[in-house]
């Protein structure tokens, strides 16, 4: 599933090519992905004729607002691509929706599996979440990594839990998912099972630090496309050959040469250094 990087460099490609842009169709060929409202007819023929006010990103989930106060939320799937093409360019298999724009262009929703989630909402607060965005998820969100401080961070490491399970927890902070956990624990040294309130100041300020430091490359890198992961010019993320951990069980880490290891933690892999990351236990 596509984490914050890759979100961001969909938003940021969207916001190049659709900002300002007029509304002039809106189409949806696959309703099954339409979460919420169940009578979306009405509300998609209210964003005709609206302009693009802004195209953001909330943790992993894209959002493309509309002058009338309306907006549309996304929420990617495995498979999920957000594409910018020309309106008569040709609509390939698994498009299931289609905003077309005032400049000849249109934002196409592709996704063959179908993991992925659309909702749009007639106001979208999201300092103020309603009931609806409350069940889009967009109620229970962390802060934003960027925005997080050292001693804020420290707050949020206060649990027994295992950091890797929490820091994926995303009421807790927004918008990391496998990848970018086990890249941050790496590069802070810090083994995925420590429990949160064990890792010693020094090196929580130390991961808050890595998190940014890691995320920021990501996103300059355009993300990592493991399998399906585009931008909204179809293009692959470049992030890939950057990771040191993720899915290199048994290769050698980069820095001691040890064979990277993986564990199950909270049902999710993780990939670590056994001599990189020590394991610290006192709470
Ligand atoms: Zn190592």
């Given at each position: 599933?596509?984490?914050?990087?890759?979100?961001?460099?969909?938003?940021?490609?969207?916001?190049?090519?659709?900002?300002?842009?007029?509304?002039?169709?809106?189409?949806?060929?696959?309703?099954?992905?339409?979460?919420f409202?169940?009578?979306?007819?009405?509300?998609?023929?209210?964003?005709v004729?609206d302009?693009?006010?802004?195209?953001?990103?909330?943790?992993k989930?894209?959002?493309?607002?509309?002058?009338?106060?309306?907006?549309?939320?996304?929420?990617?799937?495995?498979?999920?691509?957000?594409?910018?093409?020309d309106?008569?360019?040709?609509?390939?298999?698994?498009?299931?929706?289609?905003?077309?724009?005032?400049?000849?262009?249109?934002?196409?929703?592709?996704?063959?599996?179908?993991?992925?989630?659309?909702?749009?909402?007639?106001?979208?607060?999201s300092?103020h979440?309603d009931?609806?965005?409350?069940?889009?998820?967009?109620?229970?969100?962390?802060?934003?990594?960027?925005?997080?401080?050292?001693?804020?961070?420290?707050?949020?490491?206060?649990?027994?839990?295992?950091?890797?399970?929490?820091?994926?927890?995303?009421?807790r902070?927004?918008?990391?998912?496998?990848?970018?956990?086990?890249?941050?624990?790496?590069?802070?040294?810090?083994?995925p099972?420590?429990?949160?309130?064990?890792?010693?100041?020094?090196?929580?300020d130390?991961?808050?630090?890595?998190?940014?430091?890691?995320?920021?490359?990501?996103?300059?890198?355009?993300?990592?496309?493991?399998?399906?992961?585009?931008?909204?010019?179809?293009?692959?993320?470049?992030?890939?050959?950057?990771?040191?951990?993720y899915?290199?069980?048994?290769?050698?880490?980069?820095?001691?040469?040890?064979?990277?290891?993986?564990?199950?933690?909270g049902?999710?892999?993780?990939?670590?250094?056994?001599?990189c990351?020590?394991?610290?236990?006192?709470?």
């Open positions: 599933m596509p984490e914050l990087p890759e979100v961001e460099n969909i938003a940021q490609g969207l916001r190049h090519e659709i900002l300002k842009c007029g509304v002039t169709r809106m189409q949806v060929i696959q309703p099954a992905i339409i979460r409202p169940r009578n979306w007819r009405k509300i998609t023929k209210r964003f004729g302009n693009i006010e802004q195209v953001a990103r909330r943790a989930r894209l959002i493309i607002a509309f002058t009338g106060g309306g907006a549309i939320l996304i929420q990617l799937g495995m498979t999920g691509k957000v594409l910018v093409a309106a008569d360019a040709p609509v390939v298999k698994h498009t299931h929706v289609r905003i077309r724009l005032s400049n000849g262009r249109e934002v196409r929703l592709i996704d063959p599996r179908r993991f992925g989630r659309v909702w749009f909402f007639a106001h979208l607060d300092v979440p009931a609806e965005m409350e069940a889009a998820g967009m109620g229970r969100l962390g802060p934003e990594p960027f925005d997080v401080t050292p001693k804020k961070f420290r707050e949020i490491l206060q649990s027994s839990r295992a950091v890797k399970t929490h820091l994926l927890d995303q009421s902070i927004a918008g990391l998912g496998n990848i970018y956990a086990d890249e941050s624990l790496f590069a802070a040294g810090i083994h099972a420590t429990p949160a309130a064990a890792i010693p100041p020094a090196q929580a130390k991961l808050c630090r890595t998190i940014k430091s890691i995320l920021r490359r990501a996103i300059r890198h355009g993300g990592t496309t493991l399998l399906d992961y585009r931008n909204a010019y179809g293009e692959m993320g470049r992030f890939l050959k950057m990771l040191k951990v899915q290199r069980t048994g290769r050698p880490c980069h820095v001691c040469h040890t064979p990277i290891q993986r564990l199950v933690l049902g999710r892999s993780s990939h670590y250094c056994p001599k990351q020590p394991l610290f236990q006192k709470i």
